[in-house]
C-alpha cells in the first residue's frame, strides 16, 4: 500500500473520530435544540439527502466513461438510499412498504400491493445480483486496506449502527436514562448523525477513488519517463 493510501486512510479515520465528536457535542445541546436539529426535514436530514443526491449524480455521471453498468448501478443503490432517507417508501402508498405488515395488511388495497411487490422484487433482484457480483473484490480490497473500499465499509458500518440504534431504541434509551434526561431526543441526535456520515463515506470513496487513480497516472507517467538502461 503507497503512501497515498495511507495518507486516505488516516483522513477517513479522522473523519469518522470527528462524526463520533460531533454526535457527542450534539447531544450536551439542550433538548430543545437537540430536537429542531433532527426534525423531519430538519437541517441533518436535509444534508443528508443533499450528500445523497452528490453521491447519486457523482455515480451515474462516472457512468458515461467508465463500466457503465457498475456505475449505474451503485448510483441506482444511492438514488434508493436517498428516496428512503426522504421517506418515499411511505409517501405514496397507503403505509410504509418496507415493513411486513404492508403485504399481510387487509388495509393496503389489492392492486397497489401487487405493484408495489413487484417493484420491490425487481429491486431486490438487481440490489443482490450487484452485491453477489461485488462482494469478492470489495472483501479482497478492504482486506489489503484499500482507501475507497475501507470507506464503503464505514458507510455499511454506521448505517448497522443507525439501524440498531432505531430498531433496539427503547432498551437503548433505558441504557441512556441516567446519562440524559431527555433520553429519546439525544438517541435521536445520535441516529441522524450517524445517518448523516452515510452518504459522507459513500462520497468519501469517490473521492479517494478518483484521486487514487490519478495517483496512479501520475505514477506511472513518471515510471515510464525513467531511462531503462
Do not use: C
Request: proline share 4%.
Amino acid at each position: 500500500m503507497n503512501r497515498h493510501f495511507d495518507n486516505y486512510l488516516k483522513l477517513l479515520v479522522l473523519i469518522g473520530i470527528g462524526i463520533f465528536l460531533v454526535a457527542v457535542a450534539a447531544s450536551l445541546l439542550p433538548a430543545e435544540t437537540g430536537a429542531a436539529l433532527v426534525r423531519e426535514n430538519g437541517s441533518v436530514e436535509s444534508a443528508t439527502a443533499v450528500l445523497y443526491l452528490i453521491a447519486a449524480f457523482w455515480l451515474l455521471a462516472r457512468s458515461f466513461r467508465d463500466n457503465p453498468r457498475w456505475h449505474l448501478t451503485a448510483g441506482l443503490m444511492v438514488v434508493l438510499l436517498l428516496l428512503r432517507e426522504l421517506d418515499a417508501h411511505a409517501r405514496f402508498t397507503t403505509m410504509g412498504v418496507l415493513k411486513s405488515r404492508y403485504y399481510l395488511s387487509p388495509d393496503v388495497p389489492a392492486g397497489e400491493k401487487a405493484v408495489v411487490s413487484v417493484v420491490m422484487i425487481l429491486l431486490l433482484i438487481v440490489v443482490l445480483r450487484f452485491v453477489w457480483r461485488a462482494a469478492p473484490s470489495f472483501f479482497r480490497a478492504v482486506r489489503h486496506r484499500q482507501a475507497p473500499s475501507v470507506a464503503i465499509a464505514a458507510a455499511i458500518g454506521t448505517a448497522v449502527v443507525s439501524k440498531t440504534l432505531d430498531s433496539f431504541s427503547g432498551p437503548i434509551r433505558h441504557v441512556l436514562r441516567p446519562l440524559y434526561h431527555d433520553s429519546k431526543t439525544y438517541l435521536r441526535v445520535y441516529e441522524e448523525i450517524f445517518e448523516l456520515a452515510i452518504p459522507l463515506f459513500i462520497l468519501l470513496a469517490l473521492l479517494f477513488s478518483t484521486a487514487s487513480r490519478r495517483d496512479s497516472t501520475k505514477e506511472s507517467g513518471v515510471d515510464a519517463s525513467r531511462p531503462t538502461g
